[in-house]
């Protein structure tokens, strides 16, 4: 079966009066050698069992069962359920969860894996989202491999003091390292997309600062929560005085008028432990 064949696509659509959902952001792949490619980089071996959210026709999914132990994957509509299992029939490793995967219990799916792995091409208007509960849910992903909007890849691998730099840049340097592997461009979907996509890889690191997670998160959200204004104002917008917040960027040899994009994460973890010890 050539899955990234646009006419075998249209005749697999046609004859299981499959339509594409805007709400669930499907876009097939139509270019054989970027799945493969995608598969390729996940660095995936005989002991890695990968999870896979949102297998669209099973493109990658094929890709994925050729290298690793066993592929979960993980579908929300129920509409495509007679087709994976026509396009994946005979693969004895791979598993479909019909579930929405911000719902799912990753512990009962996957707590008894020796090797974990996230290899998918993400539904774009919950990328974010679905990231933060992959990262916060406790499971030890060695890596997590995929394919998001090029802007947003752009956003997680900002460096300190650039227009894309934010507060979820500083969540994923929290739990991993980013990294932007390639960009896909949007003539190689069905349908075409209006943006541009890239191929985004995180590596799992212990994390670089100690600290509370809640409480560095919950200031680092509030420094960006009006990007234009200086720390002193974010910050006292979210009940920090200004007073105390210039203390603390001057015991660390910061700017009074310093804004949220020009510390990293270590530095917000020494502003969250001098406020916190000054209250």
């Given at each position: 079966?050539e899955?990234?064949?646009?006419?075998?696509?249209?005749?697999?659509?046609?004859r299981?009066d499959f339509?594409?959902?805007k709400?669930f952001?499907?876009?097939?792949?139509?270019?054989?050698q970027?799945?493969?490619?995608?598969?390729?980089?996940?660095?995936?071996?005989?002991?890695?069992?990968?999870?896979?959210?949102?297998?669209?026709?099973?493109?990658?999914?094929r890709?994925?069962?050729?290298?690793?132990?066993?592929?979960?994957?993980?579908?929300?509509?129920?509409?495509?359920?007679?087709?994976?299992?026509?396009?994946?029939g005979?693969?004895d490793?791979?598993?479909?969860?019909h579930?929405?995967?911000l719902?799912?219990?990753?512990?009962?799916?996957?707590?008894?894996e020796?090797?974990?792995?996230?290899?998918a091409?993400?539904?774009?208007?919950?990328?974010?989202?679905?990231?933060?509960?992959?990262?916060?849910?406790?499971?030890?992903?060695?890596?997590?491999?995929?394919?998001?909007?090029k802007?947003?890849?752009?956003r997680?691998?900002a460096?300190?003091?650039?227009?894309?730099?934010?507060?979820?840049?500083?969540?994923?340097?929290?739990?991993?390292?980013p990294?932007?592997?390639f960009s896909?461009?949007?003539?190689n979907?069905?349908?075409r997309?209006?943006?541009?996509?890239?191929?985004?890889?995180?590596?799992?690191i212990?994390?670089?600062?100690?600290?509370?997670?809640?409480?560095?998160?919950?200031?680092?959200?509030?420094?960006?929560?009006?990007?234009?204004?200086?720390?002193?104002?974010?910050l006292?917008?979210?009940?920090?005085?200004?007073?105390r917040?210039?203390?603390?960027?001057?015991?660390m040899?910061?700017?009074?008028?310093?804004?949220?994009?020009?510390?990293?994460?270590?530095?917000?973890?020494?502003?969250?432990?001098?406020?916190?010890?000054?209250?």
């Amino acid at each position: 079966m050539e899955l990234t064949n646009p006419s075998f696509i249209k005749d697999l659509l046609e004859r299981h009066d499959f339509r594409f959902s805007k709400t669930f952001g499907q876009n097939f792949l139509i270019t054989k050698q970027i799945p493969e490619k995608i598969a390729a980089s996940a660095d995936l071996d005989e002991k890695t069992t990968v999870l896979e959210i949102g297998p669209g026709i099973g493109c990658l999914t094929r890709c994925l069962a050729e290298r690793a132990k066993k592929v979960i994957s993980v579908e929300i509509d129920d509409r495509l359920l007679p087709l994976l299992r026509e396009t994946l029939g005979g693969l004895d490793n791979v598993q479909i969860v019909h579930n929405d995967i911000l719902k799912t219990d990753l512990h009962a799916l996957l707590g008894g894996e020796e090797k974990l792995a996230v290899c998918a091409n993400l539904p774009y208007n919950i990328t974010t989202p679905i990231l933060v509960y992959l990262l916060e849910g406790g499971l030890k992903f060695e890596s997590i491999t995929v394919m998001v909007q090029k802007e947003v890849a752009q956003r997680f691998c900002a460096e300190k003091g650039s227009k894309d730099y934010g507060a979820i840049t500083l969540f994923l340097n929290y739990y991993t390292k980013p990294k932007m592997l390639f960009s896909v461009g949007a003539g190689n979907f069905m349908p075409r997309p209006r943006v541009d996509s890239a191929v985004l890889q995180l590596r799992s690191i212990e994390p670089p600062v100690e600290t509370d997670p809640k409480a560095l998160f919950a200031l680092i959200r509030a420094a960006f929560s009006m990007r234009r204004k200086t720390l002193q104002n974010t910050l006292a917008s979210a009940g920090i005085p200004k007073e105390r917040t210039a203390a603390a960027l001057e015991k660390m040899g910061k700017s009074p008028t310093a804004r949220g994009e020009e510390l990293d994460l270590k530095d917000y973890a020494n502003l969250e432990a001098l406020l916190r010890n000054e209250t």
